[in-house]
Structures are given as C-alpha cells and as structure tokens.
C-alpha cells in the first residue's frame, strides 16, 4: 500500500502543469543589426547610357545590384552595394558599322533620405571596373579600365520588401579613350 500511495504522488507531481516563465523577446539594443542591416536587396534597372561626345555611343542593357549592408535611423540610410551592368551599342563612325558591349563591375555607397513614409530621394557614388569590346567589319578591339560615377534619384516603396526607383547617373570610364555617359535609370527592388 505505501508503495501505490507515494507511486500515485510521484505521478502526481509530474502530472501538473510546468510553472516556467513566459518567454519575453529581448529588446533591441541601440546600434545592434537587425534583420533589414544584412538582409540583402536586389535591383534589376534598365539603364539608357547616352554618350557625352560625338565619338561615344549610346549604348543601353540591364543592370543588377545587390545592397550588402543597410544601416539606418529614422530619416536616413546608408547602403552599400555591388552592381554590374551589361551594355550594348552601336554607332556608324566614317562610313562602317562599330557594335559595343560593356561589363562595368562596381562597389558604391547610397545615402537614401526618406521624404515621406513610401518615398526616399537617394545620392550616391560608386567605383569599379569596366571591359570594353568593340567590333566591326574592320577590326575588333578590346579594352578595359577604371571607372566611376555619381548619380541621385527616388525610389517608391509599395511594402517593406518592394520598391520602383528612377534615378540620373553620371559615368566616367578610364580606357585608351576615355569616356563618359548620362544614364537613366529605370528599376524595380526587392527583399526577399
């Protein structure tokens, strides 16, 4: 008997309900990252590259940026990111045919100053690298070199995750002969 009574009281015991404490998030330390510091977005823009000379083709293509850290506070956001762009283009220079395609690869940093709660006007700068190929009935040329660019424009948040921006960027590019470009930027982001 004295063996089914303290049976029945361990069983009891272990029985009744956990009496631990509830769980509680903790709070968000000032300057610790979050989730939407290095979560990365992703930018697909369709870029019109108009030539700053006689001799420089326009050229358009694609461009994909990838934003590899965020840091923000209430009004602004700096955000660093890493782009590469596909441009082609042709011009008729003396009576013959010259086809251009570009690969420039970029680093840069946007400052994004937010204007209302759906809308930021960002500023910018980048630097990077560019190939260059050029090719005609004539000859074909190769080239490559250092290049920059500054640019500014507004990007137009639908939620959290999905923006539209346009934007204006000016482009200098260091080859054999250097060059330059005024780019309109037309594109879509994404958080995912």
Same mark, same amino acid.
């Not at 369709?46 to 000379?53: E, K, N, S």
């Given at each position: 008997?004295?063996?089914? @009574?303290?049976?029945?009281? @361990?069983?009891?015991?272990?029985? %009744?309900?956990?009496?631990?404490?509830? /769980?509680?998030?903790?709070?968000?330390? *000032?300057?610790?990252?979050?989730? &939407? =510091?290095?979560?990365?977005?992703?930018?697909?823009?369709?870029?019109?590259?108009?030539?700053?000379?006689?001799?420089?083709?326009?050229?358009?293509?694609?461009?994909?940026?990838?934003?590899? /850290? $965020?840091?923000?506070?209430?009004?602004?956001?700096?955000?660093?990111?890493?782009?590469?762009?596909?441009?082609?283009?042709?011009?008729?220079?003396?009576?013959? =045919? +010259?086809?251009?395609?570009?690969?420039?690869? *970029?680093? %840069?940093? #946007?400052? $994004?100053?937010?204007? *209302? #709660?759906?809308? #930021?006007?960002?500023?910018? %700068?980048?630097?990077? /690298?560019?190939?260059?190929?050029?090719? !005609?009935?004539?000859?074909?040329?190769?080239? !490559?070199?250092?290049?920059?660019?500054?640019?500014?424009?507004?990007?137009?948040?639908?939620?959290? &995750? @999905?923006?539209?921006?346009?934007?204006?960027?000016?482009?200098?590019? /260091?080859? #054999?002969?250097?060059?330059?470009?005024?780019?309109?930027? +037309?594109?879509?982001?994404?958080?995912?």
């Amino acid at each position: 008997m004295k063996k089914l @009574i303290a049976t029945s009281a @361990i069983l009891a015991a272990l029985a %009744g309900t956990a009496s631990a404490a509830p /769980y509680v998030l903790p709070s968000q330390q *000032t300057g610790a990252l979050t989730a &939407n =510091d290095v979560q990365p977005v992703y930018t697909l823009d369709a870029v019109i590259a108009l030539g700053d000379g006689a001799d420089v083709p326009d050229m358009y293509g694609p461009r994909l940026a990838l934003n590899l /850290y $965020n840091d923000h506070n209430d009004t602004f956001t700096h955000a660093f990111n890493l782009s590469v762009s596909a441009l082609w283009g042709s011009e008729d220079t003396e009576g013959f =045919d +010259i086809d251009y395609f570009m690969l420039p690869l *970029t680093i %840069g940093y #946007d400052l $994004n100053i937010e204007v *209302t #709660d759906k809308l #930021d006007f960002y500023v910018g %700068g980048k630097a990077g /690298y560019a190939w260059l190929d050029a090719d !005609s009935s004539y000859f074909d040329d190769s080239d !490559s070199g250092f290049t920059w660019g500054v640019g500014a424009g507004f990007r137009y948040y639908f939620s959290e &995750n @999905i923006h539209a921006r346009v934007g204006y960027e000016f482009s200098r590019t /260091y080859t #054999d002969v250097p060059f330059g470009q005024h780019s309109i930027l +037309i594109g879509v982001g994404c958080r995912f």
